[in-house]
């Protein structure tokens, strides 16, 4: 793993929660101008077409700073749970990556680019990765920092609401889980 050591923390805490990501290359780096998000999951392109699964690479960007409403944040000024939720959240993308195919990752970058009900499902699958990890309570607090921070845009909130689970979806996930806990336990 390649980690900027400013955030060396909060990755490595959220890629504890993914053991089937210790022999998988992620590089995290540090990127101005990501569209319309903050962070953001991507396979090597090139390993796609020449590498088998196991060897490729897949980069996670963060954006240095938070644009809000015209005010920049730094990304370091954003608490340490919803930092280590996000890239939670960017880790899940990662392991439904490493389920594709070099093929079925570029059907998927298509898709994604061209379908708003194709963003939806690849959101949600990765906030449902992130929460059947372990991450849930990570998860629930980038949530809420989002939807209730007065300095985001109406706007930005309502895509978060429309692609991505929402705190009660992730809770009701996590009853699931319990339950079906529980059930194996009997």
Same mark, same amino acid.
Not at 78 to 82: G, L, N, S, W, Y
Not at 114 to 120: A, C, F, L, M
Not at 153 to 158: G, L, R, T, V
């Given at each position: 793993k390649i980690i900027p050591k400013s955030i060396e923390k909060e990755v490595k805490l959220a890629l504890s929660f993914y053991p089937e990501l210790e022999d998988v290359n992620i590089e995290f780096r540090f990127k101005e101008d990501i569209k319309k998000s903050f962070m953001q999951a991507q396979p090597n392109f090139l390993h796609l077409l020449f590498k088998c699964k196991k060897k490729r690479t897949y980069y996670v960007f963060i954006s240095p700073h938070l644009k809000?409403?015209?005010k920049d944040f730094d990304i370091l000024e954003?608490? !340490?749970?919803?930092l280590t939720g996000w890239i939670g959240h960017e880790l899940g993308h990662v392991m439904d990556y490493t389920n594709r195919s +070099? @093929? +079925?990752?570029?059907? @998927?970058?298509i898709r994604y680019l061209?379908?708003?009900? /194709?963003? !939806?499902g690849a959101e949600r699958t990765a906030d449902t990765y992130a929460v059947?990890?372990?991450?849930?309570? /990570?998860i629930v607090a980038t949530k809420n @920092?989002?939807?209730n921070n007065a300095n985001f845009? *109406? !706007? /930005? !909130?309502?895509r978060i609401k429309k692609w991505y689970l929402s705190p009660? *979806?992730?809770m009701e996930i996590v009853e699931e889980i319990h339950e079906e806990k529980n059930e194996d336990d009997d």
């Open positions: 809000i409403e015209n954003v608490p !340490k749970d919803v +070099g @093929f +079925g990752l570029i059907w @998927f970058g061209t379908s708003g009900r /194709y963003i !939806k059947n990890a372990g991450m849930a309570d /990570y @920092f989002i939807l845009s *109406e !706007k /930005y !909130k309502n009660e *979806e992730i």
